[in-house]
């Protein structure tokens, strides 16, 4: 399996973000990455490429381009006040206030463009999150070339990031990139299946009113877990998307049974919609130990994991999401991948 990566990442680099009303030391941190390419490495899972570049437009035909202006030119307007800290939201347009006009101060660009307080911007974030794109989209372009598998190692991770917002720790939606990079490729269906344990809202809200395009969620009912606003089980869709989102809410503390009953309903759902493509939105955070989450998975979970991603039969995608366990992360997200490789050879 080809693994794309670029030290690029290293350039989103957060100091605080808010957390249960307090500023604390990101939980979203470059050693992420880290620990996933040194444990992919050790295992010789297969070659580490960089990423070739791709034009922004391609990442507009998933976010608008007045979002992607905001997120170019964000740090040189934050700076040009005087700032030299991160940039965090403090904020929002709510029910019944106007998001059509762009606000002219930063504060209020910031605020229409975001949704929480713990997703902090810097002099990097911008190049980091394009560069997770163009990693995305490389996996996605070998795979379409016909590679059985991708690994998509990129940061920050990117399945909260809607049309035109960012939040939990997410700028640009890298699975939808590669979802969109599949479809222009000439894919007819593509589905994502998102195991992060917080629920892909953004990705949701990006392919919501679209049939060639399926998104699957298995997460943390978000009646209890972030991001709280979307992620219930009745919500499967609008006008031509009507049927094609399937969200798998489950409580916090769920047993790996129960969470293993909803991907086997999942893989069921994936297999009657005949898609081309699958894109995995690989999040770990489902891990017992990790430090935001609340799922109880270890190794023999993930070995599993990957081995029924693999038994799908579809050009594949795997893309990085959560994980904040940071020693651990690495070996889990192998686990996963070496679940897929034993399956497929």
Not at 139 to 148: D, F, N, S, Y
Not at 291 to 302: A, C, D, T
Request: glycine residues 10%; aromatic residues 12%; charged residues 20%.
């Amino acid at each position: 399996m080809k693994i794309i990566y670029s030290d690029r990442h290293r350039l989103h680099h957060g100091d605080k973000e808010m957390y249960r009303g307090q500023l604390v030391p990101c939980f979203e941190k470059p050693e992420r990455a880290d620990f996933v390419y040194d444990a992919v490495k050790a295992r010789k899972l297969g070659p580490i490429l960089e990423p070739k570049e791709f034009p922004v437009s391609a990442i507009e035909r998933v976010h608008s381009p007045r979002y992607i202006r905001f997120l170019e030119k964000a740090w040189d307007l934050w700076t040009a006040q005087g700032n030299t800290n991160d940039a965090l939201p403090a904020v929002w347009p709510v029910r019944g206030f106007r998001d059509d006009v762009e606000p002219e101060h930063f504060a209020g660009k910031l605020g229409l463009y975001s949704y929480d307080s713990g997703t902090p911007l810097m002099a990097g974030t911008w190049a980091a999150a394009k560069t997770g794109a163009d990693i995305a989209l490389t996996a996605q372009q070998l795979v379409t070339g016909g590679e059985r598998a991708a690994f998509a190692l990129s940061r920050p991770p990117g399945h909260h990031a809607g049309p035109d917002f960012l939040g939990g720790y997410c700028f640009v939606n890298n699975a939808a990139v590669a979802a969109q990079g599949f479809r222009d490729n000439g894919a007819q269906r593509v589905v994502v299946l998102d195991v992060d344990y917080h629920h892909g809202n953004g990705t949701q809200s990006i392919f919501y009113e679209r049939s060639d395009v399926m998104f699957v969620s298995i997460h943390g009912d978000p009646r209890t877990e972030y991001p709280f606003f979307l992620g219930h089980a009745n919500e499967i869709g609008n006008n031509e998307g009507v049927g094609y989102n399937k969200n798998y809410p489950l409580p916090a503390g769920s047993s790996n049974a129960l969470w293993f009953d909803a991907l086997g309903d999942a893989v069921r759902r994936i297999n009657e919609y005949r898609a081309d493509a699958l894109v995995i939105s690989l999040g770990v955070d489902t891990f017992a130990d990790d430090p935001i989450s609340k799922f109880q998975l270890r190794e023999p979970e993930y070995l599993k994991l990957g081995a029924q991603i693999a038994a799908l039969n579809l050009p594949t995608v795997f893309i990085l999401e959560g994980g904040y366990a940071v020693a651990e992360i690495g070996h889990n997200v192998a686990h996963v991948l070496q679940g897929f490789e034993d399956a497929v050879s």
